[in-house]
């Protein structure tokens, strides 16, 4: 599962994909996506609002995920 | 209408005179005069928009100038509205200007919005975008929002036609400090100038009737591999019932007056005549300092508040950096002047660079 990374999300993870191998290890869920990622890299906990995008669009909490989705995490961003 | 002027669009198979005739009876407010608001306001006036709304208090500092590349350095200090408005101008001399030198607050939005088309969302912090967001909503404008982060940018058109808002992709505001802002992330001089252009090309197309808006999508700029992500998303019918403003919209403070100088200005600031405020306690002080600062001890600011000229920009300094950040979130709390900066670094990084 490919998942892109944007914004601070990209800082946080400190590069602009990740990865989950097949199985286990992979969410099945939005949520399940979120709820990872925040173990994995804790920074993710403080960010209030996250959208995620599943084949480029933006999906919620409950949608299913499958290995072949494209997902994006897309956190808000303020610069100007 | 001076058609000569706008003949090579005129021209233009799908604009022609119609277009131009559009721009011209179209106003647009443009929130932010910095990064995103230059060349949204750069274009917007050249190619003919008629009424052009600026609203911008805060003033051009020395680190504003390659990205901002409007104005010069000889601007430096100066308003950004004001400078943007008299080179507008000089641009061109048809279009309406109107300076709103003032932050846009809960109190103001809902009268400058009122007067415009549409409003661009080319500011640099997320209380004034949740609070553009729901005025426009309240007040049924659509409005281009664009911003930034890092080598990235966003791009969407909101409140469009019933289309979705900003709310339906972020409905919570960031907490302050959650996210950090072009200051303190940094940012590459043309990636704003990218997603401005941007933006004002779907205010022409959205005042010109062509093309597709990016209403319901969110285009992600990525300037380091040239790529685009378009991401499809849906009006949440709870936030398109908006009716008033809310009470707060916390943290509000425009992240421009958390602006920071290098340490490298600071003999520019010396030179002319800023107004330098040396927050170090009395010892420091007198062990060193630089000349024609004004000194004022962090745990005596409060009660000194009558020593600062808050007309003119204050430019904060200790040490490190870190007193004049405190000092600046004091003074905040008390002051919207012109402008509050706490040079970064402080002494220590300027005394290892320019010394």
Same mark, same amino acid.
């Given at each position: 599962m490919n998942i892109l990374l944007f914004g601070i999300a990209k800082d946080i993870v400190g590069q602009s994909q990740l990865y989950f191998s097949e199985g286990e290890d992979a969410p099945s869920t939005v949520l399940e996506l979120k709820k990872k990622i925040s173990e994995k890299y804790p920074e993710f906990r403080k960010l209030t609002s996250l959208a995620i995008a599943v084949n480029s669009e933006y999906a919620e909490d409950h949608v299913s995920l499958n290995g072949f989705d494209e997902i994006a995490v897309i956190p808000p961003v303020s610069g100007g | 209408m001076n058609k000569e002027r706008y003949l090579r669009q005129i021209t233009l198979k799908g604009f022609g005179s119609a277009g131009q005739q559009k721009l011209k009876e179209a106003k647009v407010l443009v929130v932010g005069a910095g990064g995103l608001g230059v060349p949204v306001l750069t274009y917007l006036n050249a190619m003919g928009v008629g009424k052009i709304g600026i609203v911008d208090n805060d003033v051009v500092t020395l680190t504003n100038l390659h990205r901002q590349v409007l104005y010069a350095e000889n601007d430096v200090g100066k308003s950004k509205a004001l400078v943007a408005a008299q080179k507008l101008? #000089?641009?061109?001399?048809?279009?309406e200007l109107i300076v709103y030198n003032t932050y846009l607050t809960k109190e103001n939005v809902?009268?400058?919005? %009122?007067?415009?088309?549409?409003?661009v969302d080319?500011?640099?912090?997320?209380?004034? %975008? @949740?609070? &553009?967001?729901?005025?426009?909503?309240?007040?049924? !404008?659509?409005?281009?929002?664009? #911003?930034?982060?890092? @080598?990235?940018?966003?791009? +969407?058109?909101?409140n469009f036609e019933g289309g979705p808002t900003y709310r339906c992709l972020f409905p919570t505001m960031p907490k302050e400090n959650e996210l950090p802002n072009c200051n303190e992330h940094g940012v590459l001089g043309i990636i704003p100038g990218i997603?401005?252009?941007? $933006? #004002?090309?779907?205010?022409? !197309?959205?005042? /010109?009737?062509?093309?597709?808006?990016? +209403?319901?999508? =969110?285009?992600?700029?990525?300037?380091?591999?040239? +790529?685009? $992500?378009? &991401?499809?998303?849906? #009006?949440?019918?709870e936030n398109l019932k908006i009716k008033e403003l809310q009470n707060f919209y916390e943290w509000y403070e425009p992240c421009t007056i958390y602006e920071t100088v290098a340490a490298a200005d600071l003999s520019k600031l010396l030179a002319?005549? /800023?107004? &330098?405020?040396?927050? %170090?306690?009395?010892?420091?002080? !007198?062990?060193?300092?630089?000349?024609?600062? =004004?000194?004022?001890?962090?745990?005596?600011?409060?009660?000194? =508040? +009558?020593?600062?000229?808050?007309?003119q920009p204050v430019y904060l300094l200790c040490q490190s950096g870190k007193r004049s950040e405190r000092a600046l979130n004091l003074l905040k709390k008390q002051h919207k002047g012109k402008g509050l900066f706490s040079i970064l670094g402080g002494l220590n990084q300027y005394l290892a660079i320019c010394s």
């Open positions: - | 101008k #000089a641009q061109n001399s048809d279009s809902l009268e400058f919005v %009122r007067n415009f088309d549409f409003v080319a500011t640099d912090n997320f209380p004034t %975008r @949740y609070l &553009i967001n729901d005025a426009c909503v309240i007040l049924n !404008k659509p409005f281009i929002y664009g #911003a930034l982060h890092g @080598y990235e940018g966003q791009v +969407s058109v909101f997603i401005g252009n941007l $933006q #004002a090309l779907e205010v022409v !197309k959205l005042i /010109a009737g062509l093309g597709t808006m990016l +209403s319901g999508k =969110l285009l992600i700029y990525n300037g380091l591999d040239q +790529s685009c $992500q378009k &991401i499809k998303f849906y #009006a949440k019918p002319n005549n /800023a107004q &330098i405020v040396d927050v %170090r306690s009395f010892k420091e002080y !007198k062990a060193y300092h630089l000349e024609k600062t =004004l000194h004022i001890p962090i745990d005596e600011l409060e009660s000194n =508040l +009558s020593m600062i000229d808050f007309q």
